[in-house]
């Protein structure tokens, strides 16, 4: 028997959470975002509810090949653009757009005429600071595309730098006026912006993790009015229950003592299954249904919960580590992170069920 660990993943979730994306931006395209494995999911798990997206989106051009060899005919967006020369034939090969963020990428497809044109997404640094071309160059680098050979539709692109947060009006403002007599359709929308900025929502969308039902914030409270449920969940088992006594202290580093007599239960998962290690005494965490909080160090292999909230619980009780009960973002933003990076670390000898229940 493996450990009891597992995680589950719900493409139902998923296909509900695209609409509601679709919901939200009526009027816009949706590029559903499945860069880094669909957020640790699983590409190959999610594909299926993502039949009404107009498009994806992702980096890696091997993850590329896999979307279109799952049978996928509508368009696929390379976020990050090409890399070499080779990465052009394959991006021709199997119809990509792909993102062009420098002159040198814009060199790379001259370089490889491609005999079907690629279409491109040209990126504008808006003040992200990260990809893109500033705005004094933006215009420029829209002509010197425009005029080379072997590219497709143009359209005109940014990010967000706080769009979970804050206004997006300043980067859309400089976006606006750069691209004013520009033609091209437009995509600037993360799931931030789709969820609060429907003025940044133009022609094409591209949500991310408000698909796998997590907070673009990493506050669980900015979406809970929200109808988004958790993709992944990620469950185990109490194997171990220790009574401890007054004084006594749990795990490495002592990091909990006991002020009265406990009992607390031992948990099949740490942090080489992808729990954050960093998650403090109190991080929430669910036993048999019923919400209670870790105590002391995560380990390797185990972490240990308080009992005291859940008196009937022992050997064999089910864990949810987070789910629809405990939310992602929370158990992330106690560890001080976020539930992006949470899915993604999805450990590879963590056993994955596909279900199309909601819950496990
Ligand atoms: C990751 C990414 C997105 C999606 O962001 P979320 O915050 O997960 O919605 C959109 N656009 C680009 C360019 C990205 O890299």
């Not at 975002?33 to 999610?46: F, S």
């Amino acid at each position: 028997m493996p450990r009891p660990i597992r995680a589950y993943i719900h493409p139902s979730a998923v296909r509900h959470n695209l609409e509601v994306a679709r919901q939200r931006a009526p009027n816009s395209r949706t590029l559903a975002v499945v860069k880094a494995n669909a957020y640790g999911h699983g590409i190959e798990r999610v594909y299926s509810a993502l039949k009404d997206a107009d498009g994806i989106a992702l980096l890696d051009l091997d993850e590329a090949v896999r979307v279109r060899q799952l049978g996928w005919k509508k368009p696929i967006l390379l976020l990050e653009g090409v890399f070499t020369r080779a990465d052009v034939s394959i991006a021709e090969e199997f119809s990509l757009a792909t993102a062009i963020h420098c002159d040198e990428q814009r060199e790379l497809i001259e370089a490889a005429k491609p005999t079907r044109p690629i279409d491109v997404f040209l990126k504008m640094n808006s003040g992200m600071n990260r990809l893109g071309f500033t705005l004094d160059k933006y215009r420029a680098a829209w002509e010197r595309i425009s005029a080379t050979d072997g590219i497709g539709k143009i359209a005109l692109m940014s990010h967000f730098a706080n769009a979970d947060q804050g206004s997006v009006d300043w980067q859309l403002e400089r976006f606006d006026e750069t691209t004013r007599d520009i033609r091209g359709e437009r995509s600037l929308a993360n799931s931030a912006a789709t969820l609060w900025h429907p003025r940044a929502h133009r022609d094409w969308v591209r949500p991310g993790i408000m698909l796998y039902g997590g907070s673009p914030s990493g506050l669980s409270q900015d979406v809970k009015d929200l109808p988004l449920r958790a993709s992944m969940t990620l469950q185990s088992e109490i194997i171990g229950v220790q009574t401890m006594s007054a004084g006594e202290t749990v795990g490495y580093a002592r990091t909990f003592q006991a002020g009265v007599t406990m009992r607390i239960g031992v948990v099949a998962c740490g942090y080489a299954d992808g729990y954050p290690r960093h998650a403090p005494t109190g991080t929430p965490i669910s036993v048999d249904g019923v919400t209670t909080r870790t105590v002391g160090r995560v380990s390797m292999d185990m972490l240990t919960v308080d009992l005291t909230p859940c008196p009937n619980a022992g050997i064999g009780s089910k864990v949810e580590l987070w789910g629809n009960a405990v939310k992602i973002d929370d158990v992330a933003s106690s560890a001080g992170t976020i539930g992006y990076e949470l899915m993604c670390a999805l450990a590879r000898r963590v056993p994955v069920v596909v279900t199309s229940r909601d819950t496990p």
